[in-house]
């Protein structure tokens, strides 16, 4: 960041450096200067730009607000110069290779086309490069602390973006509190320069629906009845608790559950067949899952103290159970002993795994007791007002981080464990954000303003 003045002081005291200017359409008189020296004049041009009053890029950061084109130029710039880096040179020809997702493939070969006409595109069927995987939804940034799905393997993206908010929802079913983090997520997305941090703005923005829907059906609004039968609710009238509705919706939690890990088994199958591991989908894990579906209805049926399913559907049941325990352990006689452990192992983490969505419930009625213990303040009159505001900020803040972290394991632990490897490869689009600078270039005749 500097002036004319400096840039020509500058280039009479460095004879010996290659340097190229980068012009720059700014509302203030700010340019930038890319310059490219031999490594052992590194520590005397620092000493030069430092007396200069240059500012390197690492440092705008730190500088007012009102800098920020000159940042998003040189962000720009760096994003081009990482494009250029790459590029070979044959008979005069440049060369650029990447990936590009296959439905904006289209959209590629029009832009050369129209803006450069000699340019030629030649896909590539078959290469040694491993495919990186394209994360899509508004809650790919959260997926990708388990990993990145490799292109072979099934990509849980989408189901995560159903059921991450959905359990979240659950756990934190407010019509207000949902409301205030849809509101954060909003003032986030559309006042943040951050693209990270609009992203998030996104995230909250989404969970804060969820929250409201849940709200709605858990008939709440900061902790207070909105004077209907709720359809969610583990009360008789508001007051008494029901330990029937309490069990009514602990089963609907532990159903959750159960469709969530079937999906991951689903997926478990899919990526075996894949990888042309025919044996072990259709001997272990099919019946696998059928035995965990069966051993369901088991449990649900009358004769065995639940009241879903009926005797008669139990006893089928059972019969199956037997039918599939019998063909993972039999089927393949030499890995018995492994079968065997296998097996064993199997049926005591599902068994864990279904009863560890229960929390689902526990933080639903959480949410409600503490809210009860808030809204007492309101006995107090005037004086319990600021008790009522603290303590649902208090709520907001903890529960939500509570609801956030219950909805990872969930998915990270119970669902990701069932299937996920990720040892994939993002794929990193070239992203370039324009909205405060134009950049003009001049190289050896060719002139080109970005953005065009």
């Not at 110069?81 to 008979?91: F, G, I, K, N, T």
Request: aromatic fraction near 12%; hydrophobic fraction near 50%; proline fraction near 5%.
């Amino acid at each position: 960041m500097f002036n004319d003045e400096s840039i020509e002081e500058f280039k009479q005291t460095c004879q010996y450096a290659k340097i190229e200017f980068l012009e720059i359409t700014l509302p203030q008189a700010y340019k930038a200067v890319i310059i490219v020296a031999p490594k052992k004049f590194e520590k005397e041009l620092e000493e030069k730009l430092d007396t200069l009053g240059f500012v390197p890029i690492d440092l705008i950061l730190k500088v007012p607000i009102s800098t920020r084109p000159v940042l998003e130029a040189l962000n720009v710039l760096k994003t081009i110069l990482s494009v250029a880096v790459h590029m070979q040179v044959e008979d005069s020809t440049l060369k650029l290779e990447g990936f590009i997702p296959h439905k904006r493939f289209k959209e590629l070969k029009s832009k050369l086309e129209k803006n450069i006409p000699q340019a030629k595109i030649y896909p590539v069927e078959d290469t040694d490069v491993e495919i990186p995987t394209l994360l899509k939804g508004p809650f790919k940034d959260i997926m990708s602390m388990a990993g990145v799905p490799s292109h072979h393997e099934v990509d849980p993206t989408p189901i995560f973006n159903i059921t991450f908010p959905l359990f979240f929802g659950l756990m934190f079913g407010d019509l207000g509190h949902g409301a205030v983090l849809a509101l954060v997520g909003v003032l986030l997305r559309k006042f943040s320069p951050s693209a990270s941090k609009r992203r998030w703005g996104n995230i909250l923005f989404i969970l804060g629906v969820y929250s409201m829907f849940f709200g709605l059906l858990a008939g709440e609004m900061f902790g207070t009845p909105l004077g209907y039968t709720p359809i969610l609710t583990i009360f008789k009238d508001h007051h008494d608790i029901d330990a029937g509705k309490i069990m009514m919706l602990l089963g609907l939690c532990m159903l959750a559950g159960i469709i969530h890990i079937s999906i991951g088994y689903i997926f478990k199958i899919i990526n075996l067949l894949k990888e042309g591991e025919k044996g072990e989908a259709i001997l272990f894990f099919i019946p696998l899952l059928i035995f965990y579906l069966c051993g369901v209805v088991l449990v649900g049926s009358t004769e065995y103290g639940g009241a879903v399913f009926s005797p008669e559907m139990g006893k089928i049941a059972n019969n199956i159970i037997i039918a599939c325990t019998l063909i993972m352990l039999f089927s393949r006689p030499k890995k018995l002993s492994h079968n065997l452990l296998e097996f064993f192992i199997s049926v005591l983490e599902l068994s864990a795994n279904t009863v560890s969505y229960a929390r689902l419930m526990i933080l639903f009625m959480v949410h409600i007791f503490l809210m009860q213990t808030v809204n007492m303040a309101f006995s107090m009159g005037v004086l319990g007002i600021p008790i009522i505001i603290l303590g649902n900020a208090g709520v907001i803040a903890m529960e939500s981080i509570m609801a956030y972290i219950q909805s990872l394991r969930l998915h990270f632990y119970e669902f990701f464990t069932k299937f996920f490897e990720g040892k994939g490869k993002p794929f990193n689009p070239i992203l370039v954000e324009v909205k405060n600078v134009v950049l003009r270039f001049n190289i050896d005749g060719f002139v080109a303003t970005f953005p065009s």
